[in-house]
């Protein structure tokens, strides 16, 4: 199926036409959002990510041949360039392997100080957050993205068996850290703690 209205409007687009470029705007920003805020989460960086998106979209859209809605097609270009953003972000700042296969967890949440002491149910951004990049990226890409398994090997450029072990690793290390919150928040300790005893 060829998506041949959305085709028109990128060649209008491309072409500078202000009409087209003010709806292709209206109906790509909202997807370029989702996919910067799941991958780089609701940072500077996700701002950088649609920025940086949208660019990419505007200089390929002589490329769009509508195998794709419009907004899909987008989505995929806006996720290669948030997952080069975050690669980019790891090295820069961390050097963290974004290869890491490992038990998924990226720090001992159990420590003391540690985010679990303070309570339950950090959110799923804070759950991801503590799971190795690789993973994390492939869960998001696979159930908030929506992306099928091997939609996901070539957009990361690994193979499928890879992005299985990574999903499967990276349920599991989620697991992992609920598990171990729920525990810490039904503790004895962490019930005196919640009513002011010592």
């Known amino acids: 199926m060829t998506h041949a209205r959305?085709?028109?409007l990128a060649r209008?687009?491309?072409k500078g036409d202000a009409a087209a470029e003010g709806e292709l705007l209206r109906?790509?920003?909202p997807p370029?959002?989702?996919v910067a805020r799941a991958i780089l989460g609701a940072t500077a960086d996700a701002d950088d990510g649609v920025q940086l998106g949208l660019m990419r979209v505007?200089?390929?859209l002589g490329s769009y041949r509508g195998e794709a809605s419009l907004e899909r097609w987008c989505r995929t270009v806006a996720v290669r360039v948030c997952?080069?953003?975050?690669?980019?972000n790891r090295r820069h700042a961390h050097g963290i392997d974004p290869e890491d296969e490992g038990v998924g967890l990226v720090g001992d949440a159990s420590a003391e100080g540690g985010a679990i002491?303070?309570?339950?149910?950090?959110?799923?951004?804070q759950y991801l957050a503590r799971i190795s990049a690789a993973q994390r990226e492939a869960l998001v890409l696979h159930h908030a993205l929506d992306y099928s398994v091997p939609e996901i090997a070539e957009l990361l450029g690994v193979p499928v068996d890879t992005v299985k072990s990574r999903l499967a690793f990276g349920r599991r290390a989620l697991r992992r850290l609920i598990q171990r919150d729920l525990t810490?928040?039904?503790s004895p300790r962490a019930k005196r703690g919640a009513h002011g005893g010592g």
């Open 6 to 8: 959305d085709v028109d």
């Open 12 to 14: 209008r687009a491309a």
């Open 27 to 29: 109906r790509v920003l």
């Open 32 to 34: 370029l959002h989702a």
């Open 58 to 60: 505007l200089d390929k």
């Open 83 to 88: 997952l080069r953003l975050s690669a980019q």
């Open 117 to 125: 002491d303070e309570g339950l149910a950090a959110d799923i951004e």
């Open 184 to 186: 810490v928040a039904e």
